[in-house]
């Protein structure tokens, strides 16, 4: 809470020279007085290990490899770990529009050639468009505001969400209404938070065995 930037940015700096570190990742949120944007164009690029530079959500918009966002790519996983390899012309709705979840979520989907709709605080009618859903993704924060029997019958749902209610910890999604019509849905805690963590390991490991190519 009283690191300066000039000494955070110097950090960073520290850290892309440092050719004994492969990976970097900023934990957001930062306190108030410091600047999100300026800290995370600092990083480089190829030592983006949670893929948020401008640089590589660009190569993601462009279909180019880069580093992706660790939780959709772990949502990804996950659904193909269920069984859904194919997502070729199937509805999913990404509820969420975050740089972080919402968005790099649904590019990933339409890589996988679905036909991709995102929601968000303004959008009319939420219901009409989950009901519609082959592939729910919730990652908004909002103790489950996906009510269960909006879940389409056989659908795939992946709750982002980490609410802290009363103590305890649920998702964006009303787990257990929801669980009696869909295919396959992740738990919270236990679903997503993992996979991250994994996906961050992976990145961590792809960024390594780049740099040692490019040092070569
Ligand atoms: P964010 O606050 O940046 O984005 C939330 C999004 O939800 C926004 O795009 C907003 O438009 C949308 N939204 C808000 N209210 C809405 C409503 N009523 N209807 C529809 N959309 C609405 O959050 P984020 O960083 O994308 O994270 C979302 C959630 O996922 C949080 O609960 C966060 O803790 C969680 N999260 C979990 C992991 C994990 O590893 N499991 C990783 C990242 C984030």
């Given at each position: 809470?009283?690191?300066?930037?000039?000494?955070?940015?110097?950090?960073?700096?520290?850290l892309?020279?440092?050719p004994?570190?492969?990976?970097?990742?900023?934990?957001?949120?930062?306190?108030?007085?410091?600047?999100?944007?300026?800290?995370?164009?600092?990083?480089?690029?190829?030592?983006?290990?949670?893929?948020l530079?401008?640089?590589?959500?660009?190569?993601?918009?462009?279909?180019?490899?880069?580093?992706?966002?660790?939780?959709?790519?772990?949502?990804?996983?996950?659904?193909?770990?269920?069984?859904?390899?194919?997502?070729?012309?199937?509805?999913?709705?990404?509820?969420?529009?975050?740089?972080?979840?919402?968005?790099?979520?649904?590019?990933?989907?339409?890589?996988?050639?679905?036909?991709?709709?995102?929601?968000?605080?303004?959008?009319?009618?939420?219901?009409?468009?989950?009901?519609?859903?082959?592939?729910?993704?919730?990652?908004?924060?909002?103790?489950?505001?996906?009510?269960?029997d909006?879940?389409?019958?056989g659908a795939?749902?992946?709750?982002?969400?980490?609410?802290?209610?009363?103590?305890?910890?649920?998702?964006d999604?009303?787990?257990?209404?929801?669980?009696?019509?869909?295919?396959a849905?992740?738990?919270?805690?236990?679903?997503?938070?993992?996979?991250?963590?994994?996906?961050?390991?992976?990145?961590?490991?792809?960024?390594?065995?780049?740099?040692?190519?490019?040092?070569?």
């Open positions: 809470a009283d690191t300066a930037q000039t000494d955070l940015l110097d950090l960073i700096a520290q892309n020279s440092d004994a570190v492969h990976g970097i990742l900023v934990q957001m949120p930062l306190p108030k007085h410091l600047d999100e944007q300026a800290v995370i164009d600092a990083i480089d690029p190829d030592k983006d290990v949670d893929g530079h401008p640089v590589n959500a660009g190569r993601l918009a462009s279909g180019l490899p880069g580093f992706v966002p660790c939780t959709p790519q772990g949502a990804i996983a996950l659904l193909e770990s269920a069984g859904l390899t194919d997502m070729t012309g199937l509805k999913a709705v990404v509820i969420g529009r975050s740089v972080l979840v919402g968005k790099p979520m649904a590019q990933l989907l339409l890589e996988r050639n679905a036909t991709v709709t995102i929601c968000h605080s303004r959008t009319r009618d939420l219901a009409s468009q989950v009901k519609d859903a082959d592939i729910v993704v919730a990652a908004v924060g909002r103790p489950e505001l996906i009510q269960g909006w879940i389409k019958d795939y749902v992946i709750d982002v969400g980490i609410n802290r209610v009363e103590g305890h910890l649920v998702g999604v009303q787990t257990e209404e929801a669980e009696k019509h869909a295919a849905i992740t738990p919270v805690p236990g679903g997503c938070g993992p996979m991250t963590v994994q996906m961050l390991l992976e990145n961590t490991l792809l960024a390594a065995r780049r740099q040692e190519e490019t040092a070569r």
